[in-house]
């Protein structure tokens, strides 16, 4: 078994989600970024220690090398990976790079349409396109950040 079809079962063992899995060169760190949906705020410290906890007794038990094992949150600009990520965050604005240029670009951004027949779907400033997953690069939820009116508090 391999180290990331590892770290899928045992996260998802614990009810949570393996968004992405980094590793450094000759693979020392390791980095697991963690989800769970229905927690309407993300996970918090609490839930990265027990997930760590856990993956550093089984990546012991499978003689898994390296030297230090991080786990967080995928943050406010979460990656979109899966299929069922670009379904999950339809209504979004998100950003991406294609693997091979559209038209001359690689770059595009917009709200996030959803996920039909293998093609991501995007409402941009030009109109709706649509891109073949398979030559999405990297794509991350823009964040949004609530500007408050004078007197209003802080949610």
């Not at 989800?35 to 705020?41: F, M, N, S, W």
């Not at 990976?81 to 950003?95: N, P």
Request: charged share 35%; proline share 5%; glycine share 8%.
């Amino acid at each position: 078994m391999d180290v990331h079809e590892l770290l899928e079962i045992t996260v998802t063992g614990l009810g949570y989600e393996l968004v992405d899995v980094e590793r450094s060169p000759r693979s020392r760190v390791l980095r697991v970024f963690i989800d769970k949906p229905e927690k309407p705020r993300g996970v918090d410290i609490e839930d990265c220690v027990l997930v760590s906890n856990q993956l550093s007794r089984v990546l012991t038990v499978e003689n898994v090398d390296y030297d230090r094992l991080e786990v967080s949150s995928p943050g406010i600009d979460r990656p979109l990976k899966k299929a069922s990520d670009f379904e999950r965050f339809a209504g979004s604005e998100i950003s991406f790079k294609l693997r091979l240029p559209l038209n001359g670009r690689r770059n595009f951004s917009g709200v996030l349409l959803g996920l039909r027949d293998g093609k991501v779907h995007l409402q941009t400033d030009v109109g709706d396109m649509e891109f073949d997953l398979v030559n999405l690069d990297k794509a991350r939820v823009v964040p949004k950040f609530d500007t408050m009116k004078s007197g209003e508090k802080l949610v």
